[in-house]
Nanobody, 127 residues
Framework: QVQLVESGGGSVQAGGSLRLSCAASGRSFSSYVVGWFRQAPGKEREFVAAMPWDGGYTYYADSVKGRFTISRDNAKNTVYLQINSLKPEDTAAYYC????????????????????WGQGTQVTVSS
């Protein structure tokens, strides 16, 4: 089973940038779709971005298009989420997740598409 560990969160001012990392251990991300979600206090977990580790597409929530970029480093078995032009409404715990490939894209915009989750990393944006 793959284990996921996120890092890179922090407190930044609006307009700033962060790069979140999600490192896999136990096995590689190959044959998985990797996604990022976020959850603010009192709100449901929200899809942010996803990509198959073996390539093919990247998919973003409308609210983050143009500001967030998901990418991977094969050699480090790590997925990244570059977050630019941060807004206070981006404040949340950010989670990476991995799920088996084979489903339709829409499946991977929901938590149900994923079987493994990291512990989360907090992003706090001040105005």
């Amino acid at each position: 089973q793959v284990q996921l560990v996120e890092s890179g969160g922090g407190s930044v001012q609006a307009g700033g940038s962060l790069r979140l990392s999600c490192a896999a251990s136990g096995r590689s991300f190959s044959s998985y779709v990797v996604g990022w979600f976020r959850q603010a206090p009192g709100k449901e977990r929200e899809f942010v971005a996803a990509m198959p580790w073996d390539g093919g597409y990247t998919y973003y929530a409308d609210s983050v298009k143009g500001r967030f970029t998901i990418s991977r480093d094969n050699a480090k078995n790590t997925v990244y989420l570059q977050i630019n032009s941060l807004k206070p409404e981006d404040t949340a715990a950010y989670y990476c997740a991995a799920g088996p490939t084979g489903g339709v894209v829409a499946l991977y915009t929901t938590p149900g598409g994923y079987t493994r989750w990291g512990q989360g990393t907090q992003v706090t944006v001040s105005s």
